[in-house]
T-cell receptor, first 111, second 116 residues
Framework: AAGVIQSPRHLIKEKRETATLKCYPI?????VYWYQQGPGQDPQFLIS???????DKGSIPDRFSAQQFSDYHSELNMSSLELGDSALYFC??????????FGPGTRLTVL | AQSVTQPDIHITVSEGASLELRCNYS??????LFWYVQSPGQGLQLLLK??????LVQGIKGFEAEFKRSQSSFNLRKPSVHWSDAAEYFC??????????????FGKGTHLIIQP
């Protein structure tokens, strides 16, 4: 069965640089979610989109933005990167408000 | 706002022994509850979910969980653990508003260690 695809899987950036993470949901899923998981931490919800509109907002920094496109893929844009942004970033997708299926994550390292 | 508490940071169990991981939630209405498992550096895999109906839910890999409204709990159980069950286990709660589900709120996780 098709799963959530995230790219890239690993990303290394310098402080103050920008990064773009991409998420391709499971086909026919209408909702995409972004989470951030720091080392040894639980995942923290950042933001979600339903039918291309922002549906819920969590602890997303103002330096981050995201959107969902017409093909339902989503991108998380991160600017002015800080050392503390180093984390695993997960995308999840769901259909009609059912359970969320998670992608493999993107490991972002900020040097 | 909803919250999830997993009281046990680490649990060590012998292979073949039974397992129970505790989860308590705080939410004003009936929550939607989930258990996810995560191996080191990997994504989160859904073990089971509770939306409504039968309070004892069966999941994958031989896991089950019981929703107890009176205790605000959703504990995960397995009758006999295998070495491959060693991982981090997260309990999570979701709320639903118009237009899809809201983001999940996770507990801090329980690290399961299996002794040979």
């Amino acid at each position: 069965a098709a799963g959530v695809i995230q790219s890239p899987r690993h990303l290394i950036k310098e402080k103050r640089e920008t990064a773009t993470l991409k998420c391709y949901p499971i086909p026919r899923h209408d909702t995409v979610y972004w989470y951030q998981q720091g080392p040894g931490q639980d995942p923290q919800f950042l933001i979600s989109f339903y039918e291309k509109m922002q549906s819920d907002k969590g602890s997303i920094p103002d330096r981050f933005s995201a959107q969902q496109f017409s093909d339902y893929h989503s991108e998380l844009n991160m600017s002015s990167l800080e050392l503390g942004d180093s984390a695993l970033y997960f995308c999840a997708s769901s259909s009609e408000g059912n359970e969320q299926f998670f992608g493999p994550g993107t490991r972002l390292t900020v040097l | 706002a909803q919250s999830v508490t997993q009281p046990d940071i680490h649990i060590t169990v012998s292979e073949g022994a039974s397992l129970e991981l505790r989860c308590n939630y705080s939410y004003g209405a009936t929550p939607y509850l989930f258990w996810y498992v995560q191996s080191p550096g990997q994504g989160l895999q859904l073990l089971l979910k509770y939306f409504s109906g039968d309070t004892l839910v069966q999941g994958i890999k031989g896991f089950e969980a019981e929703f107890k409204r009176s205790q605000s709990s959703f504990n995960l159980r397995k009758p006999s653990v295998h070495w491959s069950d060693a991982a981090e286990y997260f309990c999570a709660v979701a709320t639903y508003s118009g237009g899809g589900a809201d983001g999940l709120t996770f507990g801090k996780g329980t690290h399961l260690i299996i002794q040979p």
